[in-house]
């Protein structure tokens, strides 16, 4: 059975997206060079930490350009939280340029009255469209998100999904394509988590 390439550069939340995905019976294969994806059927870039510590590991993998060959590819690809961030062109958190996946930038999540940043705890998912993860009919899917950046795409028609912060709408899911990517973390949501990343594996091309 192909196995679900796990991007390992230092800065991803392995042990539980490896935990969540094994729950699910799926198999796992940490790549940490390039190359090693030729026995994947789909990849998860995961992602706790700054912008630039995450890009200056990719770079040192030398994972980059497999990276990118993959999504422009059609191959199945999900990002979570900072690997949802790193798809983008730039971020207020650093200096160095994103991996330009995705048209955009990431944001300092703004300062409003009676809300904290970083932004932590269970929201409730806001779909903006019809997409691969979220089903009209449902209702109160929570998800746990801790962030202090936000992604904001120029083609806004990318967002899949926001949640509320105060008066404002922040990105919560981007799907473009074959790639998929979430700013909370399914592998912590509990039942809602794994109902989203079993829809994302059914959906593997």
């Known amino acids: 059975m192909s196995k679900i390439g796990l991007i390992d550069y230092g800065m991803g939340n392995i042990h539980s997206?490896?935990?969540?995905?094994e729950n699910l019976e799926e198999e796992i294969l940490l790549i940490k060079n390039k190359h090693q994806t030729k026995d994947c059927k789909a990849l998860i870039l995961p992602g706790v930490g700054s912008f630039d510590p995450?890009?200056?590991?990719?770079i040192n993998t030398d994972l980059i350009i497999d990276i990118k060959s993959w999504i422009n590819s059609g191959k199945s690809?999900?990002?979570?939280?900072?690997?949802?961030?790193?798809?983008?062109e730039s971020s207020d958190e650093g200096s160095i340029n994103g991996l330009g996946i995705v048209k955009g930038q990431i944001k300092k999540i703004?300062?409003?009255p009676n809300q904290r940043i970083p932004h932590v705890g269970w929201c409730e998912l806001l779909?903006?469209?019809?997409?691969?993860?979220?089903?009209?009919?449902?209702?109160?899917?929570?998800?746990?998100?801790?962030?202090?950046?936000?992604?904001?795409?120029?083609?806004?028609?990318v967002i899949a999904a926001n949640v509320s912060y105060g008066s404002e709408k922040l990105t919560a899911i981007i799907e473009q394509d074959n790639l998929l990517a979430c700013q909370f973390h399914p592998e912590k949501s509990?039942?809602?988590?794994?109902?989203?990343?079993?829809?994302?594996l059914k959906n593997i091309q």
Do not use: M
């Not at 995450?54 to 990719?58: E, G, Q, S, V």
């Not at 449902?138 to 028609?157: I, M």
């Open 54 to 58: 995450a890009i200056n590991n990719l």
């Open 17 to 21: 997206v490896t935990k969540a995905l």
């Open 110 to 112: 703004p300062q409003l």
């Open 77 to 88: 690809f999900l990002g979570i939280c900072l690997g949802l961030q790193l798809l983008f």
């Open 190 to 200: 509990g039942k809602t988590g794994e109902k989203l990343l079993r829809r994302w």
């Open 127 to 157: 779909p903006t469209r019809k997409n691969s993860l979220l089903r009209n009919e449902e209702l109160n899917n929570w998800v746990y998100f801790v962030h202090s950046y936000h992604a904001v795409p120029s083609n806004t028609d």
